[in-house]
């Protein structure tokens, strides 16, 4: 019983057998030609023809890596440091405003009397 995958398969496994018979002619070459001193050149030439038959058998093993994903960062805190500052400000002005309209620090004359302000702004002797 034959399928269209392991079609595929046996295929895919002849070439890759034809493939590494066909590399390992060519290296076989190129250590003949290193036994009989042969030209570097025609070495080089079975050398590579050897290295392109094996990358013809195995692609995935000769393409470049695929990029990976950058990693994902964490989203940066929001930052309320003037937020913060602004709060602070507008407490303290708040507070000094109270003082002033409401407390102890408003309105002089409700609770000095003339006296008091000349005895206090009077130069010591």
Known sequence: MTT???N???????????SLESASQEYESAALGLEQGISEEHIHRHVKNGNAALESAFPELFAPPKPSAPPKLAPAPRDYTNLKVLLIALLVLGL???FVAFGPTGDL???????????NVAYPK
Do not use: G, V
Request: proline share 4%; aromatic share 14%.
């Open 4 to 6: 269209p995958e392991f």
């Open 8 to 18: 595929e398969r046996q295929k895919r496994y002849r070439h890759i057998a034809k």
């Open 96 to 98: 000094l405003y109270a």
């Open 109 to 119: 004359t409700k609770t000095w009397m003339l006296q008091d302000l000349q005895k």
